[in-house]
Every structure is written in C-alpha cells, then in structure tokens.
C-alpha cells in the first residue's frame, strides 16, 4: 500500500538542508511554495493567491513550502522520523506533516 505524506514548512536554509537530505536518502516528491489563506488574503507582504512558477524559479516565493512524497507504507516512518529530527520536532523548523492512505495509484515513479 501506499502513502501520501503531506508537509508545509517555513521557507528557510534549515528546510532546504533538511529537504536536500530527503533527497540524498533517495526521497523524491512534489515541492511548491505555499501560503496560508490569511497570509493570501490579509493584504500583508506580497504574497498573492496565485504566482507564476517563473517567479518561483526566480526565488519569489511565499513564506512557505509545501512538500508532497507518495511512499511505500514501509518507507513511511523512515520519512517521518527524518523530518521529526531535523525539524527539532517542528521547533528549529516550523511546520506540519499528515499522511494521507492512497487506496490506488497509477503511473511510475
């Protein structure tokens, strides 16, 4: 079976270094900036609901980072005690992870 994990965390040099380790330990997923829909909607820094991936590639992002890994059941809390430990348990690095059960998939990865 299949899992989905789900993960937003602040935008920082910690999350990339801990993302870059996800993918040295061959872990690849789905990355996208992301922001709240207070954030969104409040008028406060120049964050917009939506934004082009061509400023995305320029480094414009929004204070966050989303970050979507389609695991092996078994591969789960590998990926998860990661993400525990090199957030500080979401101290150092602020943010959230959900697993979502995938009860089918289809295509290759």
């Given amino acids: 079976m299949k899992a989905m994990l789900f993960s937003v965390f602040e935008d920082s040099r ?11 330990q061959g872990y690849n997923g789905t990355l996208m900036g ?10 406060k820094g120049n964050a917009a609901a939506a934004y082009s991936l061509a400023d995305f590639a320029e480094g414009v992002k ?14 789960l809390p590998k990926v998860q005690a990661i ?3 090199k957030s500080g348990n979401f101290q150092t690095i602020h943010g ?6 995938v009860t089918s998939f289809e295509g290759s990865f």
Avoid: Y
């Fill in 14 to 24: 910690e999350t990339q270094e801990m993302l870059s380790f996800l993918q040295e």
């Fill in 34 to 43: 992301a922001s709240s829909v207070n954030h969104a909607f409040s008028g």
């Fill in 62 to 75: 929004d204070p966050n980072l989303a970050a979507f890994f389609l695991l092996d059941e078994e591969e």
């Fill in 83 to 85: 993400i525990r430990e």
């Fill in 96 to 101: 959230m992870m959900i697993v979502v059960p």
